[in-house]
């Protein structure tokens, strides 16, 4: 007959449910914060963009705050936390201004506060870093923005060769980020919001993957509407995100090198 080992476990600790509680619910706090220093989320685009938007004055009176507008107030409030914003004015209420045809916001970030003078400069370096196109200022581009001001300080999209200049308006700004938008940017008209691709509705089964001759990884999905390719602009790195091609809706995809090395 086999000896029985005995095996003793040691006690696991009593844990009140009122701490237990108090644990989940600071790590669901911590996981709804927006996070210090994220830039928005950003869709994946292709090397085409908007040209710079030239400058168009207030010249009606319709104040109704513009889709792209409150949309890009949505997007910058999902980012950094919920701030006091602006976006209508009055039309008697001082000279020309796009508030009065409600394409431009008011955020309102304090330059006396260190965590909004750091989220306003997360945000700003977003808008006008370039991409990996080498497309300057190309947030600020395809969101269809006019011009920005903050902190004594303007940036002219239509004359962006010139950087950040001197603002000497009745407003300092120092409270709060001004953003003014083109009329196609207030109205959601910009690559922004029309050149996202969501890819392919496809399982993982109809997706096909193969390196080309330089190396860099290509990729073709049969959508239940087309197919769609997606590549590495160089090996190793960044994709090119999802495009169409055109061809039959779930296809049986293969993928293999021609003679010249091509796919």
């Not at 000279?95 to 909004?116: I, M, P, T, W």
């Not at 993982?204 to 239940?224: K, M």
């Not at 769609?228 to 960044?238: E, F, K, L, M």
Request: glycine share 8%; net charge neutral; proline share 5%.
């Amino acid at each position: 007959m086999s000896a029985i080992t005995s095996v003793r476990f040691a006690a696991r600790p009593r844990v009140s449910l009122l701490v237990l509680c108090s644990i989940l619910f600071s790590a669901l706090v911590v996981a709804l914060a927006p996070a210090a220093g994220a830039a928005p989320a950003t869709p994946v685009f292709g090397p085409n963009i908007d040209s710079y938007a030239r400058y168009v004055g207030q010249s009606t009176c319709d104040s109704t705050a513009k889709p792209g507008v409150i949309d890009f107030r949505n997007l910058i409030n999902a980012t950094y936390g919920t701030h006091m914003t602006g976006v209508s004015r009055n039309c008697s209420i001082g000279g020309q201004s796009e508030h009065k045809e409600g394409r431009a916001l008011d955020y309102h970030f304090n330059v006396d506060n260190a965590n909004d003078r750091r989220d306003a400069a997360d945000l700003l370096n977003w808008l006008l870093a370039s991409d990996q196109y080498n497309n300057q200022h190309a947030m600020a581009r395809r969101l269809g923005l006019m011009y920005i001001i903050w902190n004594r300080q303007i940036f002219n999209l239509y004359r962006a060769s010139e950087g950040w200049r001197p603002y000497s308006g009745a407003s300092p700004h120092t409270d709060h980020i001004h953003f003014s938008f083109s009329w196609e940017g207030a109205r959601r008209q910009t690559s922004w919001w029309t050149g996202q691709q969501e890819g392919p509705r496809a399982g993982a089964n109809r997706i096909v993957l193969s390196p080309s001759s330089d190396g860099r990884l290509e990729s073709f999905a049969a959508g239940d509407d087309q197919i769609w390719h997606n590549y590495q602009t160089v090996p190793a790195g960044s994709w090119s995100g999802w495009q169409p091609i055109g061809g039959p809706a779930n296809a049986q995809l293969a993928i293999a090198p021609s003679a010249d090395g091509r796919l």
